[in-house]
């Protein structure tokens, strides 16, 4: 890694270090709020713009250079890994996914291919294209979704709000829900390598639906699998452990792995963090907050600021991804804000 | 109040005293999960249901005989009251919510009628049935929604993931966002009055959604209005407050008001009444275990009993509204478990 990138204020955040000015980084910086990035995914299908490295690498430095942001993160999906596993993948029109065969049962699980992640070569090329595309000072995070997450998709075959079959899975059979989560983990911890061999200096693991688990639950059936996966990552690029309806597992996601844990917005930021002690910290702004007036989100900006209080190891970030109604002018005010606000 | 209804497990519980088992009911014990209730409403839509007084006492004391709990819940939506505030509301194929004209601005705001509750006589005269038609042991349930899961509603114009539109509305306009709650809140202390009135023996706000808040903006922008709703109620019946998505918010909806507070399955029952201190609270097992086995449901059930140990003032529920897709056996199970197993 070259110093202007292990000195960069984002990855020094991430290492707990002083910084300059507070990093910041949007979830879902790169979409469809863009213009650009709509004009774009008018002559390209969501799924073919995430296996096409240029094209991967153009959105995704396209969104650092409009925004301003402190880091860059891979445009891509955290579904792809389902296609080596042995399902069939699709975006429906408003990139809702769609699993044509999902998993329902232990003979479901016994039916999944022993993937290879090479097949996933593209994501690899498209890391080494936004590597060489990026700014020498912006540092590129790689990232892949957590176990439970990735399972959740696999059981349910699309979005969900109870996750009722994939609970069932859970609860019925728990030998099938653990072989189903390891098969994830052993290929989540190749993924990531393969990203981080080729050049990514952060990855993250996005866990979006495990706040649909109580602690002990969590503890039970998600915390040994993800605990495997970081402890099986190269040690050479920070992880960030992002989930969202986390305010009740934030103690058991440090305990499972992560040198930053990422909050979402339903948590103060200073309780959140004095609960999680001796880690980095990536949050916690209420993304509909951007439909407010740029007073409005420099204020709210001010107090996730204030609550941190420049200790060493906050990253400022969303608390969830951004929406596609969000006007881009204020991603930007965000941006230039929390710079100057936290410019010590 | 009679001495039967009065002693009863589930209002002794309510006040904190002991009791001979534990008292539990069900969030949607009537509903679609039923064979007999799938029959009624083939023949009548779900609006036409909670409009017929005879229907509701039907539906509501059928469920209880048939899953032998210790409370009933008026069979109702937590959305008629949009009507008399001046809002056009149907359920479309699946029960789903849809108000023609949502609210999306302060002119909207403005333009809602001054409600009279009386339009929703017949959800008083369904109470008057529904106690005559019950055993005189088995206290019965009204409720509302809490003022910000109504107003989602009423903004959004249906359910919702995110609550964007609310959301904006909540931080763009704020004095327009008060004067929102203001008017549901006013309205539902007389719905919640009316019923009390015309006797229910115990009242429950329902703020499924209000887990979309951090607990800075429930302070703000919804815990004043809960706290005058409760205090605006008459202080004849004990008040179940729950919500769900509620981990960082339990101890500011206890500040809110409520002489039960309802727990969602994503926390631990004994660490959340550890932080509730001095109230009695409902809860809080996972609907999705009643699709496991009768022993795991039992062992889950066991657990839940353990964490509240006997101390008075422990209602068992789920912890979010029971799936249709649950056998109403397995239901039936979970009741007979709790009973059992909590026997003093």
Redesign the interface.
């Known amino acids: 890694m070259t110093p202007a990138l292990h000195d960069s204020p984002f990855l020094r955040a991430c290492r707990r270090e002083p910084v300059p000015t507070t990093p910041i980084w949007l979830l879902r910086q790169a979409g469809r709020y863009q213009s650009w990035y709509q004009e774009i995914r008018a002559r390209v299908p969501f799924l073919d713009l995430c296996k096409t490295p240029d094209l991967v690498a153009e959105v995704t430095t396209r969104a650092v250079e409009q925004l301003g942001v402190d880091a860059a993160i891979l445009f891509s999906d955290i579904l792809l890994i389902v296609e080596p596993l042995g399902q069939e993948l699709s975006f429906e029109k408003g990139d809702g996914p769609a699993i044509a065969n999902p998993v329902r049962s232990g003979k479901d699980v016994d039916r999944l291919r022993t993937p290879d992640v090479g097949e996933l070569g593209f994501v690899f090329e498209a890391v080494r294209r936004t590597r060489a595309a990026l700014p020498a000072t912006i540092p590129l995070i790689g990232f892949c979704g957590a176990p439970f997450t990735v399972a959740a998709y696999m059981c349910e075959g699309s979005t969900s ?4 079959l994939t ?2 899975l859970m ?2 059979d728990e030998g099938a829900w653990h072989a189903l989560l390891e098969r994830i983990t052993m290929a989540s911890i190749d993924y990531l390598n393969g990203q981080i061999d080729a050049g990514v200096q952060a990855v993250q693991l996005f866990d979006s639906w495990v ?7 969590y503890r039970r059936y998600v915390l040994p699998h993800v605990r495997r996966l970081v402890q099986g990552l190269r040690p050479l690029v920070p992880v960030i452990h992002f989930g969202t ?1 986390t ?2 597992l934030l103690e058991l996601m440090k305990e499972a792995g992560g040198d930053v844990i990422g909050l979402d ?4 930021l200073d ?1 959140a963090w004095q609960r999680l002690g001796d880690v980095a910290v990536m949050g ?1 702004l ?1 993304p ?2 951007l ?3 740029p007073e ?1 989100i420099r204020a709210r900006a001010r ?1 996730i600021l204030d609550q941190a209080a420049f200790r060493p190891g906050h990253i400022f970030n969303l ?2 991804g951004i ?1 596609q ?1 969000t006007p881009v002018e204020n991603a930007i005010a965000l941006v230039d804000a929390v710079h100057e606000l936290s410019a010590r």
């Not at 709000?161 to 009722?164: H, S």
């Not at 706040?211 to 639950?217: C, E, K, N, T, Y």
């Open positions: 709000r109870d996750f009722l609970k069932a609860v019925r706040g649909a688990l109580g602690p002990a639950d309806g305010a009740a917005f339903r948590v103060e309780e916690n209420d509909a907050i439909m407010a007036t409005v107090r608390g969830h929406f109604e």
